[in-house]
T-cell receptor, first 109, second 115 residues
Framework: LAKTTQPISMDSYEGQEVNITCSHN???????ITWYQQFPSQGPRFIIQGYKTKVTNEVASLFIPADRKSSTLSLPRVSLSDTAVYYC??????????FGPGTRLSVLP | GAVVSQHPSWVICKSGTSVKIECRSL??????MFWYRQFPKQSLMLMATSNEGSKATYEQGVEKDKFLINHASLTLSTLTVTSAHPEDSSFYIC???????????FGPGTRLTVL
């Protein structure tokens, strides 16, 4: 299972764009990249998933370079309610996700 | 979207008793379900993986006789913490994955406190 590395914490201000980069050097050919958000005492919430290039949905964008050894989650115009822990995971159908420590994002007013 | 529920959301029990936690996929069939444990300020740790109709696969260090997992149907998996002790107090989270789907959908978690 591919291991991921993310910054432990990040600070931002309301209205700014936040980019969180994740490294996954040994990602397998069939692995997808998935990002989750977790608030205290809640289960992780799916944000976005991608395989290559760029994926965009109503809450975030995911940029994946051609070698797929890293990925960047982009959150446009964050608000205080975006303060949470963000996890980057790689894996394929049927495989469990190995959770790293995640990135603790603090959005300041 | 896919919804996974857990019941109960929180439970307090006495040391030595057993507690059952249910995980349900409400609008899809979950061929695989995962159980995680999360201690305060820490990341999720996988306990076991269960496929419908077969025995669960436990991670190293997780006692299968203490954490009984049953995945009897495509929409329900249960985790029973037997003879619970205070050190078992934690946040237990399940996730479910449908056939051919790469996404895992997580439940809201169950807070277990053992006195």
């Amino acid at each position: 299972l591919a291991k991921t590395t993310q910054p432990i914490s990040m600070d931002s201000y309301e209205g700014q764009e936040v980019n969180i980069t994740c490294s996954h050097n040994n990602i397998a050919t069939n692995d997808y990249i998935t990002w989750y958000q977790q608030f205290p005492s809640q289960g992780p919430r799916f944000i976005i998933q991608g395989y290559k290039t760029k994926v965009t949905n109503e809450v975030a964008s995911l940029f994946i370079p051609a070698d797929r050894k890293s990925s960047t989650l982009s959150l446009p115009r964050v608000s205080l309610s975006d303060t949470a822990v963000y996890y980057c995971l790689v894996g394929n159908y049927g495989q469990n996700f190995v959770f790293g420590p995640g990135t603790r994002l603090s959005v300041l007013p | 979207g896919a919804v996974v529920s857990q019941h109960p959301s929180w439970v307090i029990c006495k040391s030595g008793t057993s507690v059952k936690i249910e995980c349900r996929s409400l609008d899809f069939q979950a061929t695989t379900m995962f159980w995680y444990r999360q201690f305060p300020k820490q990341s999720l740790m996988l306990m076991a993986t269960s496929n419908e109709g077969s025995k669960a696969t436990y991670e190293q260090g997780v006692e299968k006789d203490k954490f009984l997992i049953n995945h009897a149907s495509l929409t329900l998996s249960t985790l029973t913490v037997t003879s619970a002790h205070p050190e078992d107090s934690s946040f237990y989270i399940c996730s479910a994955q449908g056939k051919g789907n790469n996404e895992q959908f997580f439940g809201p978690g169950t807070r277990l406190t053992v006195l």
